[in-house]
């Protein structure tokens, strides 16, 4: 492993016997009777196939996922969701009671709550707000490392960033990682990176030690409800290290498996490619849209598929479009987002019905 990683590492976790589960111990095939898992004998009709633990980390789904993302397979941990990949990370790095990691609101709220539950500390440096836009506060960030009382082992940063949308300067980022090398782990959030110009930074991985990247197949794959995502990490002894010892011995269900394979086959990634475009081309056209509506005081520039819009009264217009059946998220009584709604981008007709309400509630 390398020192940057393996420094930051729980100690405990260099030692620890990882559990080894009865997959783990022998390939399944259909040639031989398996009597090693408990597991029941008789498959129930429509569930053939569900009856076997499946496999921790199928090696065809890597390989798929290490295409996908432009890295090698065994850089990669797949996990339920990026939610369980940010749970993971901070049980590997944070000792509770002690340790903290580092956040920059307005962002996800999993980061702090995960960490909170450990327990461990939450030190935030907020976005800077510049230009109508969000900012990193890179200094902030490097001081505040450098400053703290407990060991700051994890730097989560969101980019694009939710709830607003912005992308943060790759430069920016790699130069933060190498600042904080030794220091702290950099885990940079790419939940909406195919949505992005930006793009993502994991072409950095293998020269940058502290970076962990999380991807998901929630968003522009659209298998939110099947909860499969990653982490990934240059460093293959540090993702051994978490396959190993930081997952559930069988981490993935096997029919979201099944799914994301399917989903990342070249005939169904052309399809979410297609289907990335409309979202932007739909971005774009309700953003020009909503710009029109005297309710709207500022529209922050989004490079995902979601738009965080000031409004003169935001909850009202929340509460209203909940009365008529549309569900947005007010982010009003978090600091640095008052009164702002975030809006996830719909269907072309969706989004006509929101225009609508808004024209209402005018
Ligand atoms: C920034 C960010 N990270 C992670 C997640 C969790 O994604 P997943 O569905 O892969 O657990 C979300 C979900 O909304 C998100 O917005």
Redesign the pocket.
């Known amino acids: 492993m390398t020192p940057a990683l393996h420094k930051l590492l729980r100690a405990h976790y260099h030692d620890l016997k990882g559990y080894v589960s009865a997959g783990m111990e022998v390939e399944k095939d259909e040639t031989r009777i398996f009597m090693n898992a408990n597991e029941n004998p008789y498959m129930l009709p429509g569930l053939e196939g569900l009856s076997r633990y499946p496999e921790p980390q199928p090696p065809a789904l890597l390989e798929a996922y290490a295409r996908a993302y432009g890295v090698e397979a065994d850089q990669i941990v797949m996990?339920?969701?990026?939610?369980?990949?940010?749970a993971v990370l901070v049980k590997l790095f944070c000792e509770p009671h002690k340790d903290a990691i580092l956040i920059c609101p307005p962002?996800?709220g999993?980061y702090g709550v995960d960490a909170r539950s450990m327990p461990a500390g939450v030190v935030e440096v907020p976005l800077l707000k510049q230009d109508g836009t969000f900012t990193l506060d890179t200094d902030g960030i490097v001081q505040a490392v450098k400053n703290a009382a407990n060991g700051i082992k994890i730097v989560f940063l969101?980019s694009p960033?939710?709830?607003t949308g912005t992308s943060f300067d790759h430069e920016g980022i790699s130069v933060l990682c190498e600042k904080l090398e030794g220091e702290a782990v950099v885990v940079l959030?790419e939940?909406?990176a195919e949505f992005s110009q930006a793009g993502s930074m994991c072409a950095d991985l293998a020269s940058t030690p502290n970076l962990i990247i999380?991807r998901?197949?929630?968003?522009s794959y659209a298998l939110?409800g099947m909860?499969?995502?990653c982490f990934i990490c240059g460093d293959t002894d540090f993702i051994h290290l978490a396959r190993t010892k930081a997952l559930e011995a069988y981490p993935l269900p096997r029919t979201s498996i099944e799914a994301a394979f399917h989903a990342l086959s070249p005939e169904i990634s052309a399809i979410v490619h297609e289907n990335i475009r409309k979202i932007l081309a739909e971005r774009n056209r309700l953003e020009k849209a909503l710009q029109e509506s005297a309710q709207v005081v500022h529209i922050y520039p989004s490079d995902a598929n979601f738009l965080l819009v000031k409004m003169k009264d935001a909850t009202g217009f929340h509460a209203f479009a909940a009365q008529n059946n549309m569900i947005l998220r007010d982010f009003s009584d978090k600091p640095g987002t008052e009164n702002c709604l975030r809006i996830s981008i719909g269907t072309p007709e969706e989004n006509e019905r929101l225009l609508e309400l808004l024209q209402a509630f005018s």
């Open positions: 996990t339920r969701g990026a939610d369980e990949a940010i962002t996800f999993i969101c960033n939710n709830p959030d939940t909406y999380l998901t197949l929630s968003k939110a909860r499969m995502g």
